[in-house]
């Protein structure tokens, strides 16, 4: 007991430590404070006018509802955060078991440290204030509803913090080749994606049959109350029922939930420590692959390398497949409406070089070569715009003929006119942020994972994370006004029907600002080599 | 004391040194004049100047922190200096930054380069930056890979490498485009006894054909062996500089260098440290014995 109190003292040390080295630490310190608090405070004030007897009386069928809404929303949140933690959040990198194992800790009291050490921290703080508070919203339900929803809170909590460490333990001790990490990272963000759009799906595609029914809901609210997910969230409502044998099986679910998690958790450092440094097998490469046909010059080597290193890499590879998920989410939510599906090629170019938006921070230290070299900015951008376009033109294509086949509007002249309309405004958004990316790749940086723990968080990554994919966003649109000011133009004028004009204006701006972006960045690389060389330096050693 | 320069005497711990009394040398492969760098509020490297002749294989020494890398990253253009000027063959690095880069050769250290390439494609690339052509490019590399053992490793990622295969291909990543002057921090760290032989004879080859070597490293026999010229660093300046005889002054040069840099002191009594003697367990086991 003595040790796992000492690791959380560390946990704690270590996260004083870092802020009082840097302010942006503290700040987003703050911010994510901010944040949980208003959480917990959401939630007070929530629960505070649900659980008044007056609005109950109001609704008819409230209960029903409550329940199931609970049950549901509280499964869905838990399952989203299981996951969400293994792509966004994955291994702390202050408290990696790896940086204990020198002190021969026995890993299940290293084990318990962990656990008991995330639970201490301020999400999970939160978390479980937010859903005690939540009790109040069952207060006409009487003391004993309300006093079991309180015990529930940190239940969930415990279950949930359980359920994620063995997720992303298992997920860093299984997948081990380099190969298997990037397809791994791949299927997780597809199935992850895919999930986020079920609830939108399925209310969708219900939105015709009059409104909302609760009785088709209940069914697998049911099913979910007897999984861990749910679970913790179905206990108050079993007290009102009286249920007491469901209310005891489900407490025996959780108690295994935790006890199969934390054996599992312990398999994986066991594991991890007995295999770790087995030999993996070497991929062995004849000749030297895209080098041999790049152009012979500075910016071809540029492109090579990044080429290589984008097959490779578990963190960008996903952005490629973006594109075609969403194709394919929102043919299944049009309802024959082909514009809707058109739409997704403007998502798509938003996410086709977002990740080069901050492609230095992704090249990390390796950069130092370009500099010991001295490469000038504009090889380098040119070499960089070289990959990506050769990327995103044809990709671009590919998505207007699987458009095409998906809609059908190949049949008709207008539907032609439209879906190339669309398409050339994609590519030449695209190209604008491939423009974009090029400019604040050089200013904009934030800490990325390292490629061999894709599933980590760097310290001190979520403020700027946030916030700098918001700027290259929100830029892309700006610089397609142009092209937006000649449609607005066409249609006050009355000239509604000309928008086929938009075609060669969109992509004339794609391009205008690739060319202008490039040389812009190629003179804010020159200017500012060394101090990005330093903040690839300084990330490199939040990822360690 | 009388070969360093100008600033033997310990000058005061902030503010850029003097103004160099001695002109930069333009003959000298490399030629160093008062340069100065501050980190907040540590002074790094405190208006340290130093020649360092065309063809010399030379070693810089210094205890950690002494201001070695700092120096060197000035030099090749890696870190802007606060003061001071650093001339490679008669040209200033600053004021055309990538013409000095492309006459030097810097190795690069094992976490500053690329290795999810091959061992070959690293070498490639790293030519192709220099704007070198991609035939005699990928001609250079083999021979390269050949000299350093490595053929076997060509088509291995360099992230799968040991420490002294990782240590060499940087190296033959510096050497690849034929520079003048090679800089090399630390050169023979975790390369095993046959290996960093051959790596030696390559390196004084090179030296005997015009080249300059410059390396920094704690182990004071080896430069000793192989360098012609060494310059102790410490606290951001020269304390001695010449050739290796010269600084020696007829002793051996790891005496010489721990009187210069100072800071050896007799052997702390820590009496617990025991290796275990009086351990009740250990007892035990010899008394069964």
Redesign the interface.
């Known amino acids: 007991m003595n040790t796992v109190l000492t690791i959380v003292r560390l946990r704690w040390a270590l996260t004083w430590a870092a802020l009082r080295k840097s302010v942006w630490q503290t700040i987003g310190y703050v911010i994510s404070m901010l944040m949980g608090l208003s959480v917990v405070v959401g939630a007070g004030v929530l629960a505070w006018f649900l659980g008044d007897s007056e609005v109950v009386g109001q609704v008819q069928g409230f209960a029903v509802g409550l329940e199931v809404a609970v049950v549901l929303i509280g499964s869905f949140a838990m399952v989203m955060t299981a996951f969400a933690q293994l792509m966004l959040i994955g291994e702390s990198s202050t408290m990696s078991p790896r940086r204990l194992e020198l002190y021969g800790i026995p890993d299940r009291i290293l084990q318990a440290g962990l656990l008991v050490s995330g639970l201490s921290g301020i999400p999970a703080v939160c978390a479980t204030v937010a859903l005690m508070l939540w009790a109040m919203a069952y207060r006409w339900m009487g003391a004993g509803v309300v006093i079991t929803a309180v015990i529930a809170a940190p239940l969930a909590v415990i279950t949930l913090m359980s359920v994620s460490k063995m997720i992303i333990n298992a997920a860093t001790t299984l997948v081990k080749s380099n190969q298997g990490k990037n397809l791994f990272y791949l299927i997780v963000t597809i199935v992850f994606v895919s999930v986020c759009y079920v609830p939108s799906i399925t209310l969708n595609s219900s939105a015709d049959l009059d409104g909302f029914d609760v009785e088709t809901l209940a069914a697998p609210a049911a099913v979910f109350a007897w999984t861990p997910f749910g679970a913790a969230f179905q206990l108050p409502f079993d007290v009102l029922h009286g249920a007491w044998g469901p209310l005891a099986a489900r407490l025996a679910i959780l108690a295994a939930t935790w006890v199969l998690c934390f054996m599992a958790s312990t398999w994986c450092l066991r594991h991890e420590r007995l295999v770790a440094g087995a030999s ?1 097998t ?8 895209a ?2 046909w790049m152009p ?3 910016s ?3 492109s ?2 990044l080429l ?2 984008l097959k ?2 578990p963190r960008q590879s996903p952005m490629f497949v973006f594109p075609l998920i969403f194709v394919v989410l929102f043919a299944l939510q049009a309802h024959g409406v082909t514009p809707m599906v058109w739409s997704a090629m403007i998502m798509s170019s938003m996410f086709l070089a977002l990740t080069e938006s901050n492609g230095l921070a992704y ?1 990390g ?2 950069l ?9 900015g504009v090889d380098d951008r040119h070499g960089r715009v070289r990959v990506y376009a050769g990327i995103i033109v044809p990709y671009m294509l590919i998505l207007t003929v699987v458009c095409f086949i998906v809609t059908g509007d190949w049949r008709t002249p207008d539907g032609i006119l439209m879906g190339l309309t669309f398409a050339a405004c994609s590519t030449g958004l695209a190209l604008c942020s491939l423009g974009l990316a090029e400019v604040l790749s050089c200013v904009l940086m934030y800490p990325v994972p390292s ?1 061999d723990k894709p599933f980590s968080t760097p310290q001190g990554r979520a403020v700027a994370q946030g916030f700098f994919p918001f700027v290259q966003i929100l830029g892309m649109f700006v610089l397609m006004v142009p092209t937006a000011l000649v449609g607005g133009a066409l249609l006050l004028s009355g000239n509604g029907d000309l928008y086929w004009a938009l075609i060669p204006v969109g992509l004339a701006n794609g391009v205008g600002f690739l060319i202008l972006g490039s040389w812009l960045g190629g003179k804010l690389m020159d200017a500012r080599m ?1 101090s990005i ?1 330093a903040t690839v330096d300084s990330f ?1 050693s939040l990822q360690k | 004391m009388s070969m360093t320069l100008d600033n033997a005497m310990p000058s005061a711990a902030f503010g850029p040194a003097p103004v160099p009394v001695v002109p930069a040398d333009p003959s000298a492969a490399v030629s160093i004049r008062g340069l100065f760098k501050r980190f907040e509020k540590k002074v790094a490297v405190n208006g340290l100047s130093l020649d360092i002749p065309t063809g010399s294989f030379y070693g810089l020494v210094g205890p950690n922190g002494a201001g070695k890398t700092t120096t060197l990253n000035m030099l ?5 200096p606060d003061a001071g000027t650093a001339m490679i063959l008669g040209h200033d690095v600053w004021s055309d ?6 006459i030097i050769g ?1 190795m ?2 094992p ?8 061992g ?2 690293l070498l ?3 030519g ?4 070198m ?2 035939a005699e490019t ?1 001609k250079r590399a083999k021979d390269l890979l050949a000299a350093f053992d490595l053929e076997q490793a060509a ?3 360099v992230a ?1 490498y040991s420490a002294g295969m990782t240590k060499k291909v940087c190296l033959a ?1 510096a050497m690849i485009h034929s520079p003048r002057i090679l800089v090399l921090d630390e050169p023979f760290e975790s390369v095993d006894p046959v290996s960093s032989a051959n790596l030696k004879d390559i390196l004084i080859e090179y030296a005997h054909t015009g080249g300059t070597v410059i390396i920094s490293s704690h182990v004071m026999s080896l430069v000793e062996k192989m360098c012609t010229h060494v310059a102790v660093i410490n606290q951001g300046q020269v304390c001695a500089a010449g050739t290796v005889d010269e600084v020696a002054a007829g002793e051996e040069l790891e005496d010489r260098f721990l009187q210069l840099v100072g800071g050896r002191h007799a052997a702390a009594h820590l009496s617990w440290l025991d290796g275990g003697a009086d351990e009740p367990a250990a007892q035990a086991s010899d008394s069964e014995a």
């Open positions: 993996t070497a991929v062995s490469l004849k000749g030297i692959g080098f041999s012979d010059s500075v071809g080597a540029v090579a390398r290589t290193y490779r890499d090249d230290r390796g130092t070569m370009q500099a010991i070299s001295g490469v000038r490629m060394l060389i490199a | 090749t253009g890696l870190l802007v930054v990538n013409r000095a880069k492309r810097v690069p250290q976490e500053q380069i690329f290795d999810r390439l091959t070959m494609q490639v690339y790293s192709m930056l220099r704007g052509k991609r990928v088509g291995k990622m799968d990543a």
